[in-house]
């Protein structure tokens, strides 16, 4: 409820496509698109059907893809689940790869721009649409809509830096794979935790609660996960093929603001350095000439796990 309550203020909602916000959606989806695994292969067709974003069989062409030898084979035809998807950063990066999309999220107000966004671009609701659900909550009191969008599978989701704000990421990674079908993969990028920074210090511990980060319990794990942690969840909701290795940096520029946003998920006192500011270290600084505004270069290490549902289930 705290999260919800958080995102749903159109204050937050607005400024969430900043500078730093839209980078880092860049390099997830990136990274995302470009992962490779000998498992990862497109599944059969529904039937030899493209299902759209609302459930219902895609009529658009399905074929003029963006040709990119950075994106993997398996995007070409695929149905995705954005999962916590916020306004659509991430969605929008990977739409020109795949079949269709769907957004969910608790907030309201983000699934608003997310919509609003799509229409602005003249992208068609059968190939991209957003619903406001929580998926944690029984599928019987989810709307008709987000029943019919859900109910035919997908053949990936992806989650990007949400999991910091679930405190049971067991029963995340278990609701997710029970959107896929058979053969398909999840795809969570986080915060890599307990990694040294440039400065020689360390992560934060991942704290369950809900006392920290945030203010008033929004991140129950702070500064992120390791990757035997992601990979335990990814392995005790039944996936198989899991990796946790991938691990990339994310340099952003960012103002004041943005730091403050940052200094969140990281407890006063963990991080010592001359160069820090605002508790977040600090690389670099600038500033522009045209606002007088000072820009701060500030890095995230960032852990993208996967694995995939078994094409045959165990009893």
């Not at 608003?112 to 671009?121: I, S």
């Not at 942690?229 to 952003?252: H, Q």
């Not at 606002?291 to 290490?301: A, D, E, P």
Request: charge should be negative.
């Amino acid at each position: 409820m705290l999260n919800k309550k958080h995102f749903d203020d159109e204050k937050h909602a607005h400024h969430y496509d900043n500078e730093g916000s839209l980078e880092m959606g860049r390099a997830v989806a990136k990274h995302i698109l470009a992962y490779t695994h000998p498992a990862l292969r497109q599944l059969p067709g529904h039937n030899g059907v493209s299902i759209g974003a609302d459930g219902e069989p895609l009529t658009a062409d399905s074929d003029s893809k963006e040709e990119d030898e950075d994106v993997n084979a398996f995007w070409q035809h695929a149905r995705v689940l954005d999962f916590a998807a916020g306004t659509g950063i991430v969605s929008q990066k990977l739409l020109p790869h795949v079949d269709a999309i769907v957004g969910v999220d608790i907030s309201t107000e983000m699934i608003k721009l997310y919509n609003q966004k799509r229409d602005n671009q003249g992208i068609s609701a059968s190939i991209m649409a957003g619903y406001a659900a929580d998926l944690f909550q029984p599928r019987e009191v989810w709307q008709e809509a987000v029943q019919r969008a859900l109910a035919p599978g997908f053949d990936a989701a992806v989650c990007s830096l949400a999991y910091h704000h679930i405190d049971d990421t067991d029963w995340a990674s278990r609701m997710l794979y029970s959107t896929l079908r058979p053969g398909g993969w999840l795809f969570v990028a986080d915060l890599l935790q307990d990694t040294p920074d440039d400065h020689g210090a360390q992560k934060p511990v991942s704290s369950h609660g809900h006392e920290h980060g945030h203010g008033n319990g929004m991140v129950p794990h702070l500064g992120g996960f390791t990757p035997a942690e992601l990979k335990a969840s990814f392995t005790k909701a039944g996936f198989v093929n899991v990796s946790g290795e991938s691990v990339f940096t994310v340099k952003l520029w960012t103002d004041d603001e943005g730091l403050k946003r940052f200094s969140g998920y990281y407890e006063r006192g963990d991080i010592i350095s001359n160069t820090g500011r605002k508790d977040v270290p600090v690389f670099e600084t600038c500033k522009d000439t045209s606002t007088g505004v000072t820009k701060y270069l500030i890095k995230s290490k960032m852990l993208l796990a996967a694995g995939q549902k078994p094409l045959v289930e165990s009893k």
